[in-house]
């Protein structure tokens, strides 16, 4: 498995796009790579840039998959499109829906893989948390994704492929001869928080996340969109530059000593270096504030000193912090921390003057809440001991 001490991994890990002999899917291309592809396949210069705009609306404001429909193009050019290209997003496996309406779906990509996408109903938004790579380089000792070992990161067209599927399952493309930005929205955000750390695989959300905020397209705007990370923090500051979303960390402890077990990526780069690194971001990106996530573990990072040391740690940074109660899964070697002990770690948040929400676990009973995902092509199970032994605990 790969360890906080690894170099970085980005697209090394991650399949071609293009099959030796195949054609080539245009999901996940960007502007510049489709107009590329069309040019290679035949599309004259002069028509490169308007037949780039076309089909990238047929894409990804309207949804279409066949070539056949897009109706303001000639016959011949969609028969060439047809001839050199594809149109392909991740196969739905399977789709369980919650007691509180949160979905969750398994899906298939490239080599047989799977990968797990939720889709969280609100009353004012619809977020879907989507995955960055099948399983993950990390190994935070709280979470269920961090049992599986990596076996790659995902390209652009799973990444947004994943957005596109539950577009697809929501019935949200809009209808033929409607603007989309008249539709509602069911799927209003989206979460890099489901498998894999997505700045180990920076170059391809990078990619996928443009294509979800054109203004042509999906048009989500870039504070409708997070990203978080355990605290890859070389990736942090190209994050803002060349995507400029939200950011949120995966904390969960105020000592290093802690922060070791719980999230390993910090025998790398400390609490001290994370939280430079933090500091710099708002001001790169003209942000919101920074969302500090801390699950809550009985007995291991829920004192009264914990929350003031946390206080203390991020003081000069704009922040909130998003109590999240522990989510337990098989074999899972802690506990979550009790109401009464959430609700006092969170008030003294609350009382130095920062925004301390305790998210409410959705999905549980389909094991899509926070820190419960897993690919079902994983089928081998640690016992409890194996899973606390590896966290030194």
Same mark, same amino acid.
């Given at each position: 498995?790969?360890?906080?001490?690894?170099?970085?991994?980005?697209?090394?890990?991650?399949?071609?796009?293009?099959?030796?002999?195949?054609?080539?899917?245009?999901?996940?291309?960007?502007?510049?790579?489709?107009?590329?592809?069309?040019?290679?396949?035949?599309?004259?210069?002069?028509?490169?840039?308007?037949?780039?705009?076309?089909?990238?609306?047929?894409?990804?404001?309207?949804?279409?998959?066949?070539?056949?429909?897009?109706?303001?193009?000639?016959?011949?050019?969609?028969?060439?499109?047809?001839?050199?290209?594809?149109?392909?997003?991740?196969?739905?496996?399977?789709?369980?829906?919650?007691?509180?309406?949160?979905?969750?779906?398994?899906?298939?990509?490239?080599?047989?893989?799977?990968?797990?996408?939720?889709?969280?109903?609100?009353?004012?938004?619809?977020?879907?948390?989507?995955?960055?790579?099948?399983?993950?380089?990390?190994?935070?000792?709280?979470?269920?994704?961090?049992?599986?070992?990596?076996?790659?990161?995902?390209?652009?067209?799973?990444?947004?492929?994943?957005?596109?599927?539950?577009?697809?399952?929501?019935?949200?493309?809009?209808?033929?001869?409607?603007?989309?930005?008249?539709?509602? *929205? %069911?799927?209003?955000? $989206?979460?890099?928080?489901?498998?894999?750390?997505? @700045?180990?695989? #920076?170059?391809?959300?990078?990619? /996928?996340?443009?294509?979800?905020?054109?203004?042509?397209?999906?048009?989500?705007?870039?504070?409708?969109?997070?990203?978080?990370?355990?605290?890859?923090?070389?990736?942090?500051?190209?994050?803002?530059?060349?995507?400029?979303?939200?950011?949120?960390?995966?904390?969960?402890?105020?000592?290093?000593?802690?922060?070791?077990?719980?999230?390993?990526?910090?025998?790398?780069?400390?609490?001290?270096?994370?939280?430079?690194?933090?500091?710099?971001?708002?001001?790169?990106?003209?942000?919101?504030?920074?969302?500090?996530?801390?699950?809550?573990?009985?007995?291991?990072?829920?004192?009264?000193?914990?929350?003031? *040391? %946390?206080?203390?740690? $991020?003081?000069?940074?704009?922040?909130?912090?998003? @109590?999240?109660? #522990?989510?337990?899964?098989?074999? /899972?070697?802690?506990?979550?921390?009790?109401?009464?002990?959430?609700?006092?770690?969170?008030?003294?948040?609350?009382?130095?003057?920062?925004?301390?929400?305790?998210?409410?676990?959705?999905?549980?009973?389909?094991?899509?809440?926070?820190?419960?995902?897993?690919?079902?092509?994983?089928?081998?199970?640690?016992?409890?001991?194996?899973?606390?032994?590896?966290?030194?605990?």
């Amino acid at each position: 498995m790969t360890d906080a001490t690894a170099p970085i991994t980005q697209d090394v890990l991650t399949l071609p796009r293009k099959l030796p002999d195949g054609p080539i899917n245009l999901i996940g291309l960007t502007r510049d790579g489709l107009r590329d592809a069309l040019l290679a396949a035949g599309t004259p210069e002069k028509q490169a840039k308007m037949r780039t705009g076309q089909v990238w609306q047929w894409l990804y404001q309207k949804g279409v998959r066949d070539f056949g429909d897009m109706t303001n193009l000639s016959k011949d050019y969609r028969a060439l499109l047809a001839d050199h290209f594809t149109i392909e997003i991740p196969q739905v496996v399977s789709k369980q829906v919650s007691s509180d309406g949160t979905r969750k779906y398994l899906v298939r990509i490239a080599g047989g893989h799977e990968v797990e996408t939720v889709y969280i109903p609100e009353e004012d938004r619809g977020t879907l948390c989507i995955s960055s790579q099948v399983g993950c380089t990390l190994t935070c000792s709280f979470c269920h994704t961090g049992t599986q070992k990596l076996v790659r990161n995902l390209t652009p067209a799973e990444i947004i492929g994943q957005v596109m599927m539950a577009r697809d399952d929501l019935g949200e493309w809009p209808e033929p001869g409607r603007n989309p930005k008249n539709e509602t *929205r %069911l799927l209003s955000n $989206i979460v890099l928080m489901g498998m894999g750390e997505p @700045l180990y695989n #920076f170059e391809n959300v990078r990619d /996928a996340m443009k294509i979800a905020m054109d203004p042509e397209g999906i048009s989500l705007s870039r504070r409708r969109i997070t990203l978080s990370t355990s605290g890859v923090v070389p990736e942090i500051a190209r994050t803002a530059t060349e995507i400029g979303c939200l950011l949120a960390v995966s904390f969960h402890a105020t000592e290093d000593a802690t922060r070791d077990k719980l999230v390993p990526i910090n025998k790398r780069w400390n609490i001290a270096e994370l939280l430079d690194a933090l500091k710099a971001y708002p001001k790169a990106s003209n942000s919101e504030r920074i969302t500090f996530e801390y699950v809550m573990l009985k007995d291991v990072n829920d004192s009264d000193a914990d929350a003031h *040391r %946390l206080v203390e740690l $991020i003081k000069d940074i704009p922040a909130k912090v998003n @109590l999240i109660p #522990f989510n337990p899964w098989p074999g /899972a070697p802690y506990e979550r921390s009790s109401n009464n002990r959430i609700r006092a770690f969170a008030n003294i948040i609350y009382q130095a003057g920062y925004a301390s929400p305790i998210r409410t676990p959705r999905g549980e009973d389909i094991m899509a809440a926070c820190g419960q995902l897993k690919s079902a092509t994983e089928r081998a199970r640690k016992s409890r001991a194996q899973i606390a032994a590896e966290a030194g605990i």
